[in-house]
């Protein structure tokens, strides 16, 4: 009796344990409801679940009760969350789907159009420290880029020219705050330089087209520069040059740290022992005061500071065609302000709010022959941008900015000056919509009104990009760019309307490590280009009737795999450019335009020498200019430009650096063009000279000693 009694109650509690277990199952897909193996599907809390198999398949049982939260969980998707009720009865999910997580790290990223120089991006193609070893660059930014695909080099000017547009169509912005004459001022064939240290930045964002709506005011180019954060060390650096010197210090804490430069250049002495081709009366010379500060907020926020004075000149005599003796007199005299505060946090809630503020002042006085000229352009620019993501997928960046420009020039013994004061507002929204993490599609509209010509205006913009591989992918970009005319011109004709260039880019990027491929095809064109009468020193009556186009390719190919311990890239630009503009009545190619341009770069660091060796290699098939002597405009060509610079850098200790470069190595005469005569001789010829370099070679020495607790700290540190 007992026996049957245990029988019977064992009997009852399997029957209610059975009853008291639920059994869990489905399946998973992805977005393309394929089937998802390796999902962990369980109770959150227990530890109850299970894995999907190679159909996406699974099934479990729990002895949970009452409401619970199933999880899908597997590593690059987001997770998936139920809520159930675990009963006796079975619970069966269908078709469960989960998507992939969008990251920075594995996200596809918009590439036409697009080059960044920083040590974060995966579509890096050049480094910070890249820019001040290159060795025809001689420590500028900009001789850096001129080396990348989509630039021309001319020479006789150091300016960024980008896919058959003129200097001024590129704009150049310090944490996205516009800095006005961004390039020093120079007279002659003399080739200025960007007035600003590399050391400064900490990674470079440089546009050949297509680039975001959150930039304006340039046709062709946008050139970013991102300043440092706060320093890592207290340290000092000293630099010797063979034209000059200069000492830089910087105070570093945990939260805040300020760095402040004084720098000094003359050119004279040097001028005195290397031949030159400028009939110099004083060579080039300047010096700058620097401070840049960094202050980490009480809040979390980064707010930053930056204040830049400087003054230089030169004298020289500019001989004419045609005419006897040293010719016409020029002497130039220039100071330049440059200041500017930036403010950005970023919020737990997706929120990134950044505002800033710049100001940019130039003043040029110059004795032209007897005519003593003073011109002079401000610049205000306030920003502020708000940063959204609202999820791993869409982001939006929109901001509101605010311009001032003025410009004055005028003629000092006659009393004579014109001016004018523009204020402009412009509003941009720009989209990022991640429809995968192999497809990203960017859409934008800016907007923007002129005081002085009474214009508004909206310039749309799209890209998208495609993974194709792990390592592959391509690009699209297109869109409308405005941009109000040169200053010379609006001073004598407020009334001006925007230029105006549509953009369209198809590209394809190839990037592992050690290994980098672009290659790009592009077309844009030019409605609304200013023209004139009269000469470019002088011009009359300037309106919107010209147009025109650039079309062509690029290709970039960087390797430091290949040959053992020698990093090296090359670049080859195909531009097809011709447009009505200036002084010409029909489409001409620009004489800072040339056809095809090719470089080369390489570096090999001895390691046992301690030392490294850096070759660049620049060439072009010739500037097109007009000559007077046969009929048409734009009629001729000069030879082909070609550029061999070499350097040296040699670490004797690690807070010691000696640096030696040398450009045009071979001595080339390379012509940019020519000067002619405004009228013939008696024999019927105009007479010319050529517009070359200033000095067949150009030789750089420095010295960068670094003093600081840290014995191995040196000016690298600052890249």
Known sequence: MKSQLYLTALFFLIHWGAFSQTIISGKVLDEKNLPLPGVNIYIKGSYDGATSDADGIFE????????????????????????????????????????????????????????QASDASKAVVLKPLDIVTTPSAMGDIIGAFQTLPGTSTVGNDGRLFVRGGDASEVGIYIDGLRVGNAYGSTAGNFPTRTRFNPNLFKGTFFSTGGYSAEYGQALSSALALNSKDISPRSQGDLSLLSLGGGYSHTLSSDKQSITVTGNFFDLGPYQKLIKQNIDWERGPHSWDLEMAS???????????VMARTESGGMKLWQKQPGKEGRGIYIDLNNRYTFVQSNWKKAYENGWTLFTGLSYSNNTDDIFYDSVN????????????TGIKDFSDRISANSGIEYFQSGYSEGIVEANLERDYVDNQLYGFTEWDVYLSKKLVFRSGLRAGLSSLNKESWIDPRASFAYQLTEKGQISLAGGTFSQVPAENFRVLNPDLKNVQSKHLILNYLYSESGRTVRAEAFYKSYENLVTFDGLPLAPENPINEGKGYAKGMDFFYRDSRLIKNVDFWITYSFVDSKRQFDQYSTKVQPAFAPKHNFSFVAKHPMQKLKSQLGLSYSMNDGYAYTDPNQEGEMNSKTRSFQNLSLSWSYLPKPNLIIHFAVSNVLGRENVFGYQYAQTPNASGVYESLPSGQAAPRFLLLGVFLTLSKDKTANNLNNL
Do not use: W
């Not at 000229?373 to 502020?384: E, M, T």
């Open 294 to 304: 960094q202050k980490k907020m009480a809040d979390g926020s980064l707010l930053k």
């Open 60 to 115: 479990f049982e729990t002895e949970q009760e009452g409401s619970q939260t199933l999880i899908y969980q597997l590593m690059g998707f987001k997770n998936q969350e139920f809520t159930i009720v675990c009963h006796s009865k079975p619970i069966a999910f269908q078709d469960v789907s989960l998507r992939e997580m969008i990251t920075e790290m594995n996200a596809v990223t918009i590439s036409a159009g697009a080059m």
């Open 373 to 384: 000229l003073q011109k002079n352009s401000k610049l205000i620019h306030a920003k502020f």
